[in-house]
């Protein structure tokens, strides 16, 4: 087995008394794309940000990249795209100034474009097909729009992992397929292991390798197929797990599971 | 008004107005993007209470409101951040707290001769050259920082776990722009006034944003703003006769307004 790029071992978090994450232990392989699957509240973003170190858990140990979180962020290997986006509308920056904020982040001393920098945020903004937008305000977009620019900003980094929070939230059906073929893509090319939340499992299940169904919980991390079949799990997850058996039936992911 | 201009009170007024247009025209577009203003307006009243403190003591009141606001500014920031303390409430109990021990302070030191309102309200006439040597340093300390730091301040505002996640210290930048924000008040309050000084903080960022949709210029338009009502201000005060830090802001809200109608009507937003 290939040592885990990100390994969570019996962590628990708590905000005051409510137990939100118990007893964790999940390991995230190198090019592994995960899906993590689970009703709204049962702590999906909770346990991403566990993972960066954004949130510290109240026990159990996190490691990333070999390293604890408190020290990854600052090297910024890190691409992630929030849930929530509550930027102010008025905030006065273009789609450019959001994408070259990660390449500035990497600053040692003196804030400067390189070159390299340059063809980073041109080239990230080209893959989201928002390079014809790059002067544009960024708050004037669309939903959907904001939402790519995100995305690139999260690519710029070149990243070596990627942790998406509801990534297709606003995105348009074309959008959202060439945003997951784009996954696989950024996997096969650079190896990066992918964290996904999302709710829209039928495509999803499409691109990833295994499936990590949370509620409070962790109930079950594996292939999307090995999920079947089990009556606890259906019962914990309802209509969440059934979407899963409902995909692996549907003609487009029968191949992927078979 | 040769006479006037070559009073040394006068000299130090306009060489204040040209270093206040600097500072608050490049801090509040800082404080309004990370929504700090009523942060701003807190730090500022807990500037009595550090007054009273020096009296009290006997440090020099400056020195002593500066250290007692860095602190509090710096505290409260880290509260409302790690602990998701709320601002609202946070801010509201600490102000009203510090200016209640400061006037229990001067009561119980009996400082009679302290100029209360000269505090509250400002008076630009009594700035000294002391008092613009220490906002000239708030300047440059404050433009030094920018410079260095000013997309990943940017990135910090915009959004800040991203922010840190992508490599940004943003609890060192916090805590010094924190810091900075308590000095650059400071040295404000001796213009217009711990009660006014919050217009200054929220003001010129408003209305750069009013004007521009590009961050450079709406830093730009908030200092030119700022110089215009300080300057406009401390003439109008001049002719009317009225206080000067009231009639900045006055001034300054009157403008703001008249930009924004401005706007609406012309650029049918
Ligand atoms: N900072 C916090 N303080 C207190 N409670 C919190 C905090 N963050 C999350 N929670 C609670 O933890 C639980 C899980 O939240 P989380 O955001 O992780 O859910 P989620 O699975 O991402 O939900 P959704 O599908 O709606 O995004 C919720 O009950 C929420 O109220
Ligand atoms: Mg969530």
Redesign the interface.
């Known amino acids: 087995m290939e040592r885990p790029i990100i390994a969570l071992n019996n962590v628990w978090v708590e905000f005051g008394s409510i137990i939100v994450l118990e007893d964790i232990t999940l390991a995230v392989r190198p090019r592994e794309i995960v899906s993590i699957v689970g009703p709204n509240g049962s702590g999906k973003t909770t346990l991403l940000?566990t993972m960066?170190?954004?949130t510290r858990p109240t026990r159990g140990t996190v490691s990333i990249l070999e390293t604890a979180p408190a020290e990854i962020?600052?090297?910024?290997r890190?691409?992630?795209?929030?849930q929530e986006r509550?930027?102010?509308e008025?905030?006065?920056?273009?789609a450019y100034?959001?994408v070259?904020?990660?390449r500035?982040?990497?600053?040692a001393?003196?804030?400067r474009l390189t070159r390299t920098d340059r063809q980073a945020i041109e080239g990230a903004l080209d893959t989201v097909g928002m390079a014809d937008a790059a002067r544009a305000?960024f708050?004037?977009l669309s939903g959907g729009q904001k939402q790519r620019v995100l995305i690139a900003?999260?690519l710029a980094?070149n990243p070596e992992i990627l942790l998406l929070d509801e990534p297709s939230t606003g995105l348009d059906a074309v959008a959202q397929d060439s945003f997951y073929l784009l996954l696989r893509k950024l996997r096969d090319e650079r190896g990066l292991a992918i964290v996904i939340v999302s709710h829209d499992i039928g495509t999803v299940s499409m691109i990833v390798d295994t499936v990590a169904c949370i509620k409070r919980k962790l109930h079950f991390h594996g292939k999307p197929a090995d999920c079947l079949g089990s009556d606890r799990l259906a019962e914990v997850f309802g209509k969440n797990v059934y979407v899963l058996h409902h995909d692996k039936n549907c003609p487009t992911c029968r191949d992927d599971h078979a | 008004m040769r006479e006037i201009i070559s009073m040394p009170f006068f000299v130090n007024a306009i060489a204040m107005c040209v270093i206040m247009s600097l500072l608050f025209g490049m801090l509040s577009f800082f404080v309004v993007l990370r929504r700090m203003s009523f942060l701003g307006a807190g730090v500022a009243h807990t500037a009595f209470g550090g007054v009273a403190l020096g009296l009290f003591l006997g440090i020099d009141p400056f020195f002593a409101s500066l250290a007692f606001c860095v602190l509090a500014a710096v505290t409260l920031g880290r509260l409302v951040s790690r602990d998701g303390l709320s601002y609202d409430a946070g801010i509201g109990i600490f102000f009203a707290f510090s200016m209640a021990l400061g006037a229990i302070l001067i009561a119980v030191r009996k400082a009679y001769s302290f100029d209360l309102m000269g505090y509250l309200f400002g008076n630009i006439l009594g700035v000294t050259t002391f008092d613009t040597v220490m906002a000239a340093i708030a300047l440059v300390l404050l433009y030094l920082f920018v410079g260095l730091y000013l997309h990943r301040l940017l990135f910090m505002s915009f959004d800040e776990d991203v922010a840190s996640t992508s490599g940004v210290r943003t609890g060192a930048l916090d805590t010094l722009l924190l810091a900075l924000m308590a000095a650059v008040i400071i040295t404000g309050i001796k213009v217009v006034g711990i009660i006014l000084i919050s217009a200054l903080v929220v003001l010129p960022a408003s209305f750069g944003l009013l004007l521009s949709k590009n961050f450079r210029l709406v830093i730009a338009w908030g200092i030119l703003y700022t110089f215009a009502i300080m300057t406009g201000g401390l003439a109008l005060s001049f002719v009317l006769d009225t206080p000067t830090g009231a009639t900045i802001v006055s001034l300054g809200t009157a403008l703001y307004f008249l930009a924004m109608a401005f706007v609406r009507i012309f650029m049918n937003k």
Not at chain 1, 73 to 76: K, L, N
Not at chain 1, 78 to 82: A, E, F, Q, R, V
Not at chain 1, 104 to 107: G, S, V
């Open positions: 940000r960066m170190g954004l962020m600052r090297t910024g890190i691409g992630y795209l929030p509550r930027q102010d008025r905030f006065p920056v273009t100034d959001v070259a904020m990660s500035f982040a990497r600053t001393v003196i804030e305000h708050g004037s900003r999260a980094l």
